[in-house]
């Protein structure tokens, strides 16, 4: 059995490739050929935190793997991250374990190449200037996948807490080669973006519609429990809406659920699951559009396929 590091995995994993994984898992799972059950969570109102287990196969590229993560929105007050995770990779023609991964680093990148697949079809294709929301791990990954799928000449960040803000502007400008702007708010972090990626813990909206222009594309992946929302309502009310999985969105997403209790909007209104956008069974952004959103709360497969590109390339 292999045990990884997130090190190990680091030195391994790109973005592009991550991307590539993705959306090979979510034109499987629009195939029918993903076994995936919902996510199993257990909420500690007394820790505010909360441990979800999430399995899934992949029949095509015969990928199988669990994976066990633990959201904590108070743990950098403890100097720890606020998400961590573990995935056990299983042979699915014997069961036997395969590989033990630390998953933390992997489920920032499978986190970021998701909505690296989603900008890939939604985003404009003249996109130059990307607003983070958030400066923790997530936002780095937001920020390189956006980088990947789009030539950006700047990126803009906005963070409560300022430290967090200055380190991310040092590494990422280092890492991508692009200027880092430190935004004095949210409304100045969105002004002319035409990409606007949310990677917060916040339980009330962050990004108003007033603030983004006439043709952009928001990604919100922080967000992840149904009383939760990244979003005012009247950017989902307004935008061409592509979600990852309808059965985890309406378990999951107060970005969705609650924009549909105000009644704002109904069922019929999300343009698409993304699966359907990359088998090509839907449109993704067309010329008559303006605001695109992709709402994701994070699937199982995303862990499944990036893990086994992983131990691919390590077999190599």
């Known amino acids: 059995m292999l045990i990884l590091s997130d090190q190990d995995i680091a030195k391994l994993l790109t973005m592009e490739e991550a991307i590539g994984a993705v959306e090979g898992a979510f034109a499987q799972l629009r195939r029918g050929k993903v076994m995936m059950p919902t996510r199993s969570t257990i909420m500690l109102p007394k820790y505010n935190g909360s441990i979800s287990f999430m399995p899934s196969y ?25 998400t961590a995770a573990w995935i056990v990779v299983n042979n699915p023609e014997t069961g036997q374990v395969e590989a033990f991964m630390d998953g933390t680093y992997l489920t920032g990148v499978r986190t970021g190449a998701v909505s690296g697949v989603a900008a890939k079809y939604l985003a404009p294709k003249d996109a130059r200037v990307a607003a983070v929301f958030g400066a923790g791990a997530q936002a780095r990954n937001q920020a390189w996948a956006a980088a990947t799928v789009r030539k950006l000449d700047e990126i803009r960040v906005y963070d409560l807490f300022k430290p967090a803000v200055d380190k991310f502007a040092a590494d ?5 080669g692009i200027p880092i702007v430190k935004a004095a708010s949210g409304e100045e972090a969105c002004r002319g973006a035409d990409m606007v990626l949310t990677a917060t813990t916040s339980k009330t909206p962050v990004v108003k519609r007033k603030w983004l222009g006439d043709k952009v594309h928001v990604s919100a992946i922080g967000a992840f429990y149904p009383d939760w929302r990244e ?13 990852d999985e309808w059965e985890a969105i309406k378990l999951e997403s107060g970005d969705i659920l609650i924009p549909i209790q105000e009644g704002a909007i109904k069922e019929s209104h999300i343009h698409a699951e993304l699966g359907q956008i990359v088998t090509g069974e839907k449109e993704g952004r067309t010329p008559k559009d303006g605001l695109t959103v992709f709402k994701s709360v994070g699937i199982a497969i995303q862990d499944s396929s990036v893990a086994n590109l992983v131990l691919k390339k390590l077999r190599r």
């Open 231 to 243: 979003l005012e309502t009247g950017i989902i009310a307004d935008a061409k809406v592509v979600i």
């Open 172 to 176: 990422m400008e280092a890492r991508l």
């Open 58 to 82: 992949l029949e095509e590229s015969g990928a199988q793997a669990t994976k066990i993560i633990s959201i904590y929105p108070d743990n950098p007050k403890r100097g720890l991250p606020t």
